[in-house]
């Protein structure tokens, strides 16, 4: 076994973060209407440990990470845009 596999032994799969926060994703894009859109948060938070993780051992999953982090600031752009909508227009009724 050379040293570099030894020094980095997730740089041969995916990174684990970054699955989960693919997961948290897609399940917070299914439930954008209901209850499931905090997921977005532990997209956010799982994509970027994920990144930080690869780019320190090395591995795959880069590209699900950095589409883990986008869908999950636009679902938090978009939830913040409906608060702030659903108040201004409470305000004006």
Do not use: C, E
């Amino acid at each position: 076994m050379s040293a570099a596999a030894a020094a980095s032994p997730a740089a041969t799969g995916y990174n684990r973060m970054a699955i989960v926060a693919v997961v948290s994703a897609v399940v917070a894009v299914v439930g954008f209407l209901g209850t499931f859109t905090v997921l977005a948060v532990f997209a956010v938070g799982a994509g970027h440990v994920a990144l930080n993780q690869i780019n320190r051992d090395g591995g795959q999953g880069r590209q699900l990470a950095r589409a883990s982090l986008a869908v999950g600031y636009a679902i938090g752009i978009f939830g913040l845009l409906f608060t702030v909508l659903t108040v201004l227009g409470g305000f004006y009724n």
